[in-house]
């Protein structure tokens, strides 16, 4: 089955537009975009071209490895991966529970996680798009921008993750691709030194979090209509929540919505995922397309991520967040909380509860305690999954009795959110394509909607504003009619 | 001090007895020699060329040359820290060294020396060999891909365990490879122990206790402690 736009009627006799590479999610992306005479848009499709293998080399490794291993897949969230693989082999290792000193070591540094992957997301990566506006400027449309005309918005960005970054340290030993999480619990608890270090700057934390939620409300509030409307579709969705319906994002059952909000399924034990989640595959992505076997490919599509968790959860365990989480749901009768730009303010709001969980946790004993591994019987296979920033990441792994891994299959969250960044895209582009002229800013718009979904693709993006594209208008006959590059130098056209 | 038992390594006076090698006398006064294949325990083995200094204007191994009175002996110099840089280079060129993922990593010889003579990439093209995982052991798991071919497990199993579960074999820069003593070529069918000294030997990543990866937080492994140079062992043979 196809979606709307997703493949055209009569494509040879369409100009096709690619933007190649929008970007990375781990990996390459790129857009490609095919119009009739008119300009009219008769297909869109977003191409995650990104081939990992890691599913491939970790079998025969040792299992122990895997959690560092794994963690390589990403350079902004490795903790995801990380935690992911060690819960995976808690199960492989018949651990049910861990200790209260490893739980909560392995909480702290994913809510550090959270804080400075959707701080380093926000600030440095869309608030140029929304500060200055989708199709403003390219000069000034990035983090430079940013700093130059608000730098007291910029230096808040920046230290709400140098903060995130430094709680992953003090629990995983290094900033980035630590070790700290292992199978069966983790190799180290907080001092005291670090534990008063932490707290030293954890309500400074909270603070600015709490700000940056009033001041993507803000944004919504000065262009509610075009972000009310922009990239909007209706979609299912699925997360992890706790026992009691809560926000949990380290673990928990899977809740799953569809698109009119009835549940499907509702602390279902992730470890039999498979029942309940099947993947779909296109001739043109080499990525596959999860949906829901209930619901079949056709309509069982879904989204993950900071707004399908905002929007599903009964409650979020921490009073601030949650009090915003409310006000976020009933704005505007819900028009937020079903708009592709609310995945920012969701984000924001998740930002907040983690800074919040880290001072609970700051002020929980069982940080400093010393009992960090438990033990069970050995099982042949683990699942883990995490809500990791980007939404649910799953880690399967079958592991043979000489301790070797045998089988590994991992879903990330931009897998999950493939169709759904897919429609956005299209979305999209009906609105702001359709028999334009191609500009650098409506490129932007494209690029826009992506992000909302996954700052791994708008990392490189908007690097400094120089994210290289190149688009060409290429006739029925194959000739290239029309030919435009950004590069550091800025836009360019060549026309035959 | 007896001028007559001395000689100089950079410039340093380095006591010594009769029969001791220039390595052994400069281990015994606590001065670093880069090395890998050299164990104070074990006969000498002069394979991973290393230790080579220069000795009145010649090189050779430390390792195994004898120290005489009167030796200039030049160690730490830019020329000899470079061509040892060489040296570590087709070392992890020749095997498969991927230091982010390896639970050696914070307690392992070769990365150490590499960042004590600040090693800052491979240089050479990797040739990626096909070498195998032994995990068959229930306790030990020997992992071939960061072997260097320095024979230590050899020596150990034959001389300290009396079991000779490892030996050199196979010619050529891919073929030769330390192999198993079984008839089947694992290392489950040996009568190996977890308590060998052999299972404690290996300075790189090879020899493993299993299910033990990563327990030591980063900050706290052998080499995060102190670099390499400051760890030297003063031992006598």
Known sequence: ?496 | MNATTTFHLDGEEIPFTPGQTIMQAAVAAGTYIPHLCWHPDFQVNGSCKLCTVKVNGRFGSSCTMEAQVGMEVENRTAEIDDKRRTLLQMLFVEGNHFCPSCEKSGDCSLQATAYELKMMSPHFDMFYPDRPVDASHPDVLLDFNRCIMCGLCVAASRDVDGKNVFYMGGRGLLGRRVHISSESGRLADTGFAVTDRAASICPVGVILPKRRGFAVPIGQRKYDLAPISEQVKVKTP
């Open chain 1, 1 to 496: 089955m196809t979606f709307e736009l997703e493949t055209a009627v009569s494509p040879e006799n369409l100009r096709r537009v690619a933007i190649d590479p929008v970007s990375r999610v781990e990996g390459h992306g790129k857009v490609t975009i095919l119009l009739d005479a008119d300009n009219k848009v008769h297909q869109v499709r977003l191409h995650i071209v990104e081939f990992r293998g890691f599913e491939k080399f970790i079998q025969g490794r040792p299992y122990w490895e895997v959690p560092v291993m794994v963690q390589r897949l990403c350079g902004i969230c490795p903790v995801s991966h990380h935690l992911a693989a060690s819960k995976a082999m808690d199960m492989m290792l018949g651990v049910k529970q861990l200790t209260p000193t490893a739980e909560k070591i392995r909480r702290l540094m994913h809510y550090g996680q959270i804080l400075q992957s959707h701080a380093l997301h926000f600030f440095h990566l869309s608030s140029p798009d929304l500060l200055f506006g989708f199709g403003s400027d390219v000069a000034a449309r990035n983090v430079v921008g940013v700093i130059a005309a608000h730098p007291e918005i910029a230096t808040k960005g920046v230290l709400l993750r140098k903060y995130g970054q430094e709680v992953i340290r003090m629990t995983a030993g290094k900033r980035v691709h630590g070790t700290g999480s292992i199978p069966g619990g983790v190799n180290k608890s907080l001092s005291l030194e670090e534990r008063a270090e932490l707290l030293k700057g954890i309500y400074q934390m909270v603070v600015w979090s709490r700000e940056a939620v009033g001041m993507i409300r803000q944004l919504f509030e000065q262009n509610l209509a075009e972000y009310n409307e922009f990239g909007r579709f209706r979609s299912a969705g699925m997360c992890l929540v706790r026992a009691d319906g809560a926000m949990d994002l380290y673990h928990g059952g899977l809740r799953a919505r569809d698109a009119g909000g009835n549940t499907l399924f509702d602390h279902y034990d992730y470890g039999r995922y498979w029942d309940v989640i099947a993947e779909d595959v296109k001739p043109w992505s080499y990525m596959k397309f999860p949906f829901f076997k209930s619901l079949g490919p056709e309509d069982g599509s879904y989204r993950v991520g900071p707004l399908t968790r905002v929007t599903h959860c009964d409650s979020i365990p921490t009073p601030l967040a949650d009090k915003e989480r409310q006000e976020f749901v009933a704005y505007d009768n819900g028009s937020a909380a079903g708009a592709t730009l609310g995945y920012h303010w969701a984000r924001m709001i998740e930002m907040l509860h983690a800074a919040e969980s880290i001072k609970d946790l700051l002020h929980d004993d069982d940080v400093t305690g010393h009992d960090l591994m438990a033990s069970g019987e050995r099982q042949e296979r683990g699942v883990g999954v995490i809500e990791a920033p980007r939404g649910t990441l799953i880690h399967h792994y079958r592991v043979d009795e000489n301790d070797q891994v045998i089988r590994a299959n991992l879903i990330v969250s931009t897998t999950h959110n493939n169709q759904a960044m897919n429609t956005a895209v299209r979305e999209v582009a009906k609105k702001y394509l359709n028999g334009k002229e191609i500009t650098e800013g409506l490129l932007n718009h494209i690029e826009v909607a992506i992000r909302a979904f996954d700052p791994c693709l708008s990392c490189a993006t908007h690097a400094l504003g120089q994210m290289p594209l190149q688009v060409s208008i290429v006739d029925a006959d194959g000739a290239v009619s029309d030919a435009v590059t950004r590069d550091q130098r800025g836009l360019t056209r060549e026309i035959p």
